[in-house]
């Protein structure tokens, strides 16, 4: 009882988006009793139905949670047992995307059905992949503009003729000032 106020208590400060998905796709958790009181806090805080007690006097209860074969995640592409075409997921990328920073705002990302979208899948494939930019192998180098791959050679030729100076002034003063300079700059 007491996870079951928890969990109404949560439904209440989640937003309303966040309210509407987890109705419409109850959350899939793994034991049977905390599957119960996570459907509970959904039905009770939307007021559906299915939260309101029947005629008979009996109050419906999670039993009707459909599997995950019965309802399919709303991310991914399913395929249609009877036709076998193939449906496009209920969201798109950048409602899932939303839909996964509103759930990890609010600290109910974990009640969400799979998703690419989510935090833990973008680590996970940036440390199976890595950055995947070209040059960024061991041995490789990134190709770069013309003037950064010749910065280095030309600060090296700047650096020689700048250790050079201090002579090339004492011979511009012994040759008196410009006359007979070969030297000139192009």
Do not use: C
Request: charged share 25%; no cysteine.
């Amino acid at each position: 009882m007491v996870a079951q106020l928890d969990y109404v208590r949560l439904a209440h400060t989640l937003p309303p988006r966040l309210l509407r998905f987890f109705a419409r796709y109850p959350p899939t958790v793994r034991s049977a009793a905390s599957q119960q009181g996570a459907a509970t806090f959904v039905q009770t805080s939307i007021n559906t139905p299915s939260a309101i007690p029947h005629a008979n006097g009996e109050e419906s209860t999670m039993e009707s949670t459909l599997a995950p074969s019965d309802s399919p995640n709303p991310f991914k592409p399913h395929k249609h047992p009877e036709t076998g075409r193939w449906h496009d997921p209920v969201f798109s990328l950048r409602r899932q995307a939303d839909l996964v920073k509103m759930a990890k705002a609010n600290g109910v990302e974990e009640l969400l059905p799979y998703t690419i979208k989510g935090s833990n899948e973008g680590r996970k494939r940036r440390e199976d992949h890595g950055l995947r930019i070209k040059g960024t192998g061991v041995g490789q180098r990134v190709k770069g503009k013309a003037w950064e791959r010749t910065m280095k050679n030309r600060l090296g030729q700047r650096k020689q003729a700048m250790l050079g100076m201090p002579a090339m002034v004492q011979q511009w003063k012994q040759l008196g000032h410009g006359r007979g300079w070969k030297k000139f700059p192009r």
